[in-house]
């Protein structure tokens, strides 16, 4: 019996393996454009190591300027209120390949996985809009809104440009960002290997780092701090008015400005410095 479920086991983990495979395909060199309309979205979802390019517009659509036998290796529908976007075929040269997406003011996530990478444009103008990044993926993007959030993990890298009434970045498990970050409010989550170069101003902050994360914000100009970290991690921080500290562990802070300082907590072989710029 145990012998039985052996085989079965091996057996669905080689289907597994050839299904995870897809077939390689060349550009024929003669580009050619597609535009198909679509239902309006309030998400998108990308994967599969697409490269897609972000354009506001009145009317949703998506369009594939491509080698005219790629075409057919892009995969996309709207289910519900999410545009799902993934490759059939895997494609190993082209002339052209590229997918750009027309969203209007419904827009409200954008997902990207499996080493896609996303853009836009010109500025992603929206209210609140938030961007998810998985495997791999990247983001490179400029967004105006009055609520932004973005979320990194597993190894995913963004360079953002960000003008927002409030501002969320959350990073975890060896992600990387690097932004110029203009906004009233911010709220900075960094874990697990998260690495942040955060460049800007904001009148307000509160940041909190964890399990070796690193940020370094020197010229990241805010009014009043909340910071607090733990473990080993490392944080270069900009205050201009008051800054509360929180530190634990093994963690390295290191203050340039010239803020009040309140010391809320300091244990353990916490470090903090005071630098000049």
């Known amino acids: 019996m145990k012998r039985i479920i052996l085989i079965c086991t091996l057996l669905l983990s080689v289907v597994a393996c050839f299904a995870q495979k897809k077939e390689k395909i060349k550009g024929s060199k003669i580009v050619t454009l597609t535009i198909k309309d679509l239902e309006s979205f309030q998400n998108v979802e990308v994967e599969d190591n697409l490269e897609v390019y972000f354009v506001k517009a009145e009317k949703t659509s998506l369009e594939i300027e491509a080698d005219d036998n790629l075409h057919d290796a892009v995969s996309y529908n709207v289910l519900g209120n999410t545009l799902k976007i993934s490759a059939l075929k895997e494609v190993s ?7 750009r997406i027309n ?4 827009l409200k996530t954008i997902t990207g996985r499996n080493e896609s990478k ?3 444009l010109a500025e992603l103008t929206l209210e609140d809009i938030t961007v998810k990044n998985f495997d791999k993926s990247q983001s490179f993007l400029n967004v105006k809104a009055e609520k932004f959030t973005l979320q990194l ?3 995913a890298e963004a360079e953002i440009n960000v003008k927002a009434d409030n501002s969320t970045i959350e990073l975890t498990k060896d992600a990387e960002l690097k932004a110029l970050i203009n906004s009233s409010n911010a709220k900075i989550d960094l874990y697990q290997k ?3 170069e955060i460049e800007g101003d904001a009148q307000s902050a509160k940041i909190r780092l964890d399990n ?3 940020l370094t914000a020197r010229k990241f100009t805010v009014k009043d701090i909340d910071l607090t970290t733990e ?3 490392k944080a270069s921080v900009n ?4 800054i509360a500290i929180s530190a634990s562990g093994k963690s390295e802070i290191e203050l340039l400005g010239e803020p009040k300082v309140d010391l809320r907590i300091f244990t353990q072989s916490a470090i903090l410095y005071k630098k000049e710029k």
Do not use: M
Request: proline share 0%; no cysteine.
């Open 93 to 99: 040269s082209a002339k052209k390949f590229a997918v």
């Open 239 to 242: 205050a201009t008015k008051t």
């Open 118 to 120: 996303l853009h836009a």
């Open 103 to 106: 969203y209007n003011d419904s």
């Open 231 to 233: 473990s080993y991690t």
């Open 194 to 196: 998260g690495n942040a």
């Open 212 to 214: 070796n994360a690193q």
């Open 153 to 155: 993990t597993d190894k």
